[in-house]
């Protein structure tokens, strides 16, 4: 089957502008590792076991090179490289001791000859996003609150409950649980609450 597509409305944040939309994958799913090993083993030379295994020695070396300051490139796939993060804050460079600093996110830079290529097609009336909330599940509702984050400087309520079809009161909760859960931020209060990305603050990167 095609990768398929679909539009999502985005209302301009220019006051006076009109809304645009733009077009986003519709998820398939998510193949996982187990029936990528069996798909590999179907189509190549390579038995289930052994796909299974080779990959497991590369999370367990990877991680060891990244223990010790290195960078881990993955085939044409993308490199691996991990962060560090200080306890607490501090002001001053000679009030950070070793016991205060540890290792923080792995990032994974993908590769730019890593690139999907192939045709689309329009998805169909039963997989378009502005359905009822109940055909979105909890974690495609939240991939859609945070790739709206990640262009928009906040969302509000009412844009949040067009984006996933929830009715009013369960966007609220739903954003509120989000809040109190540290996955997102806030800022104002009452009617004019809108929600933003998590502050980047606690954990510095160093």
Not at 18 to 45: C, H, N, W
Not at 60 to 68: D, K, V
Not at 69 to 83: E, F, K, Q
Not at 109 to 132: D, I, P, Y
């Amino acid at each position: 089957m095609k990768a398929q597509y679909d539009f999502l409305t985005v209302p301009s944040t220019k006051k006076g502008s009109r809304a645009v939309i733009y077009p986003k994958l519709v998820s398939g799913g998510t193949v996982s590792f187990m029936e990528l090993a069996e798909q590999i083993d179907r189509a190549s030379g390579f038995q289930k076991g052994t796909v299974i295994g080779v990959v497991e020695e590369i999370e367990r070396w990877a991680q060891h090179y990244l223990q010790h300051g290195r960078r881990v490139r993955i085939g044409n796939l993308g490199t691996l490289s991990v962060g560090l993060k200080a306890l607490r804050p501090v002001e001053d460079e000679a009030a950070i001791h070793a016991q205060s600093v540890c290792f923080g996110k792995v990032r994974f830079t993908v590769s730019r000859k890593f690139r999907c290529h192939g045709t689309l097609e329009r998805a169909g009336a039963s997989r378009k996003f502005r359905e009822s909330s109940r055909r979105l599940t909890e974690e495609a509702r939240y991939g859609l609150l945070m790739d709206y984050l990640t262009s928009h400087a906040f969302i509000t309520r009412t844009r949040y409950t067009e984006l996933t079809g929830l009715l009013r009161t369960l966007a609220l909760k739903e954003l509120n649980r989000w809040l109190e859960e540290g996955k997102i931020g806030s800022e104002g209060r009452g009617s004019h609450k809108v929600y933003v990305r998590k502050p980047e603050t606690g954990d510095r990167e160093v």
